[in-house]
């Protein structure tokens, strides 16, 4: 296994992703502002508006953050709460998708890249968490 110091390169790739997800969700509110019609997503509820996501961006924020500083540090607080990230991920998406029939679905392509970086990111660091949980300390 390729490491840089003592953290496996995955892991590095996979902390640095979290971080841009805890920007982005912590910054949602300012893309309402600028019309992007995106928000929150919160159990499958999208929530709209720049107050919702002023509340919400930041709260949801500090779990991908709590994730990247967990695996940047190597901490061993990170195996659970990535194992119970790896179970929201695909929850919340099948809620999405099921509560909202009416949004236009992206190609067929788009969809699987988007499903393979979801979910290959949060379940994929859950699973090498718990198999090389000896590197955490």
Do not use: C, D
């Amino acid at each position: 296994m390729e490491t840089s110091g003592a953290r496996p390169r995955f892991l590095t790739v996979m902390a640095v992703l979290f971080t841009v997800l805890a920007i982005s969700n912590a910054t949602k509110s300012l893309q309402s502002l600028v019309g992007a019609e995106l928000g929150i997503v919160l159990f499958g509820v999208r929530f709209h508006g720049f107050w919702w996501n002023i509340l919400l961006g930041p709260i949801l924020a500090l779990v991908p953050a709590a994730l990247a500083a967990g695996l940047f540090g190597m901490r061993t607080w990170v195996w659970p709460l990535s194992a119970a990230y790896a179970f929201y991920v695909p929850t919340n998406l099948v809620l999405f998708w099921f509560l909202h029939p009416e949004i236009e679905r992206p190609p067929v392509f788009g969809i699987l890249v988007y499903l393979v970086i979801a979910l290959g990111g949060s379940i994929g660091t859950a699973l090498f968490l718990a198999r090389h949980r000896e590197l955490l300390r």
